[in-house]
C-alpha cells in the first residue's frame, strides 16, 4: 500500500472513529465547545440557534467558511469533507430557497450523522454525497462556491483537490476555505506522524505552498489571512492530549510554545477566471 493510502485510510478510520462519539464529536468533554482553541468560538451563538442541540459540538473545523464566503440566495455551494454537516446546514439557509449546498465527505459514519442533523434541522436544500476531494462525483462548471473547514491539509494529494476544486467550479466561481496553514518550519517528527495527520498537523501547508498549488490548478485572485494562532496554553482536551504533541517533549517549554504557535488557522480565498 502506497503511503498515500495509509495516510487516507488512518484518517478516515479516525473520522468514523469521531463519528460514532455522537454526543460530542470533538472527544473534548473537558472544555467548553467555546473555549476550544482550534473548533471552539468561530460562530456567532446566533447564527445556530435555530439548529437543533448543541450545534458547536458537532463541529470539527478550525474556522467559519461561511463568514467569508458572502453566500447569495440561488448559489450552488460544495462543501470538500462537510463532517457532521454543519456548514452545508449554514450554507443551506443562505441560499435558499433556490440554491443547493452539497456536503461532500468520504467517511459512512459521518454521512450518517450529517443526514440525521440535516433531517433533525429541516434543511430540504442540502445534500451529502459520498466520495473524496480528489475525485468529486459533480460535473464540470456546476458549483458557484466550494468551501472547506479544515479538510483540505488532510489530503495527501493536494495539487489534484485544488484541480478537482477548479474542475467543478463555474467561470468566475470562488473558494472559501477555512484551514490549518503553518508559518515556519515543522519538525520531520511531526510531519511523519499519521496521528497529527488526522489531527490536521502533519499535512498543514505553508502559505507559500499554498498560494503555488492554488496558482498550479489555475486560479487567481489568491488571498491568505491569519485568524487564530495557537500557542500550548490554548489547546485544551483531545488537541492537547494529542501523542504527537508529545514527540517534542524533549525540547524546552520555550521552544515547543514556538513550535506550535507556526501554526495558525487561516482564511484561503481564490478565483476561478472568468
Ligand atoms: C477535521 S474534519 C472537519 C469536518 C467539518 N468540515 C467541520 O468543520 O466540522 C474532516 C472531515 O473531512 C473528511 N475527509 C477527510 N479527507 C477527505 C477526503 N479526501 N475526501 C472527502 N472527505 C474527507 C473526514 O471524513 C471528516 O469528516
Known sequence: ?????????????????????????????????????????????????????????????????IAMAELRPGETV????????????????????????????????????????????????????????ENVPLPDASVDVIISNCV?????????????AFRVLKPGGRIAISDIVVRGEIPDTLRSDLEAWSGCIAGALSDAEYTAKLQGAGFHQIDIETTRRYSLDSLCGAEDNAGYWKSLSHLSRQEQEEIVSRFTSSFVRARKPG
Open 152 to 164: 483540505v491539509n488532510l489530503s495527501p494529494d493536494k495539487d489534484r483537490v485544488l484541480r478537482e
Open 1 to 65: 500500500m502506497s503511503s498515500d493510502q495509509t495516510i487516507k485510510l488512518t484518517v478516515r478510520d479516525y473520522y468514523a472513529g469521531r463519528a460514532l462519539q455522537a454526543d460530542d464529536l470533538s472527544g473534548n468533554a473537558c472544555c467548553d465547545p467555546a473555549d476550544r482553541a482550534i473548533s471552539g468560538g468561530n460562530y456567532e451563538p446566533e447564527d445556530l440557534r435555530w439548529l437543533p442541540d448543541d450545534a458547536q459540538v458537532f463541529s470539527l473545523g478550525c474556522g467559519n467558511p
Open 78 to 133: 460544495l462543501d470538500f469533507g462537510s463532517g457532521a454537516g454543519l456548514d452545508v446546514l449554514l450554507s443551506a439557509r443562505r441560499v435558499a430557497p433556490d440554491g443547493t449546498a452539497y456536503g461532500l465527505d468520504m467517511t459512512d459514519e459521518m454521512l450518517e450523522v450529517a443526514r440525521a442533523n440535516q433531517e433533525k434541522a429541516g434543511v430540504t436544500n442540502a445534500q451529502f454525497l459520498k466520495g473524496e476531494m
